[in-house]
């Protein structure tokens, strides 16, 4: 496991080539070490150019401590580790080149109730259920009943489709 600080006037490609060769050397399917690049600057072709130079996880610079301790532990089980912030880069920075299928009538966030808005716009910010759940003083069991009918009042799969599809249309405050 290796971790990378960014370095934002250096090419991706070149961060990646300061690393010692033997642990970038050899066939892609070589067992390589798994690469977590602590990201100072935050562009999406940036974050795109490390994921095709085969990093696995990211974390923000000023992430806390328990923030990279998950990275690791993510990364360590050959999973792929983005924090929110970056999630939403990446997703916001690949919409505009996805094909766009007709999605139909929009979602409409006025069937909710007003407890499932404010969940709704929690959702959306991108914190967890048990921040939900923290902020609203409800427990996390709750919160997962609450997201659950939120999605399917919504016709949703997931929290990531329903903020995503839900992006352009104006959230009532509860």
């Given amino acids: 496991m290796v971790l990378v600080e ?71 089980r050959n999973e792929a580790f983005l924090p929110y912030g970056i999630a939403a880069l990446i997703i916001e920075g690949i919409l505009p080149h996805l094909p766009r299928p007709d999605p139909g009538p929009s979602p409409s966030v006025s069937e909710l109730t007003p407890r499932e808005r404010e969940i709704f716009n929690l959702m959306a910010s991108g914190i967890s259920n048990a921040e939900i759940a923290d902020a609203c003083s409800l427990s996390q069991k709750t919160v997962k009943f609450h997201v659950s009918n939120i999605l399917r009042k919504l016709g949703m799969k997931n929290r990531i489709q329903a903020v995503v599809r839900t992006r352009g249309v104006p959230c009532v405050s509860a």
Wanted: proline share 11%; net charge positive; glycine share 6%.
């Fill in 6 to 76: 960014d370095a934002p006037g250096v090419p991706v490609d070149e961060v990646i080539a300061l690393l010692p060769a033997p642990l970038t050397a050899g066939p892609p399917d070589a067992r390589r070490p798994r690469i977590i690049v602590m990201l100072r600057d935050d562009r999406v072709d940036r974050i795109l150019g490390y994921l095709r130079s085969d990093v696995r996880g990211f974390v923000c610079h000023n992430a806390p401590l328990r923030e990279l301790v998950t990275a690791v532990r993510v990364v360590f």
